[in-house]
């Protein structure tokens, strides 16, 4: 079998006989944005979902995930344009989080640049602009209270399942790993979408 030729692109190998894409009303702000995109442009997206209708009957859910202010994630999503989103994607900079940089917090999309940031996104998301208090919890108590006692300690090896979350959280689980952080893993529950829905639970 014929071995695969790969160049370094900012610290990833990127295979260089990566299959063409189509370039149509597509605009790039930067000239690696040109190879990363045809790349990027056969992956895959993870696609939010819409909350099922007996998902949405469930006002307690549904009241936990509005008071954390994540309504939008999950419903009333609208279409999803994959190739305008690529296009995101492929020209975000990786100086996008340096402050003293001109490209921080700025995207270009169709040859226009789009302010971008934390703050914008809950913007939209109708989120409050105060900072909260960081959270802190150890894993052993969002075990207890996710499974209402039924596992007491965080297994280090062994993967909690998500058969064992209590109605709430299983519905909660459910729903971040389609939207907030999306995983074909269903079965367990990570440590970190774990912590999540015991915030939005709690």
Request: net charge positive; hydrophobic share 40%.
């Amino acid at each position: 079998m014929p071995s695969v030729k790969k160049r370094i692109a900012r610290g990833k190998k990127v295979p260089v006989n990566v299959p063409e894409a189509p370039l149509d009303n597509i605009s790039f702000h930067f000239v690696e944005s040109v190879q990363k995109w045809k790349f990027l442009y056969q992956r895959r997206l993870a696609l939010e979902r819409e909350l099922s209708k007996e998902e949405l009957e469930c006002k307690e859910v549904m009241k936990l995930i509005e008071s954390a202010g994540l309504l939008k994630t999950v419903k009333g999503l609208g279409n999803c344009y994959e190739k305008l989103v690529k296009e995101f994607l492929v020209n975000i900079s990786s100086s996008c989080d340096d402050n003293p940089s001109k490209e921080f917090m700025k995207v270009y999309m169709r040859g226009k640049c789009v302010r971008f940031s934390p703050e914008t996104i809950n913007k939209y998301l109708g989120r409050i602009e105060d900072s909260s208090a960081e959270v802190v919890v150890i894993d052993n108590q969002i075990c207890k209270e996710i499974t209402a006692q039924q596992v007491k300690q965080w297994l280090v090896k062994e993967k909690l399942l998500s058969s064992k979350l209590i109605v709430k959280y299983a519905l909660l689980h459910r729903n971040g790993a389609a939207n907030w952080g999306p995983t074909n893993h269903t079965s367990i529950v990570a440590t970190g979408l774990g912590k999540f829905i015991f915030i939005v639970g709690t």
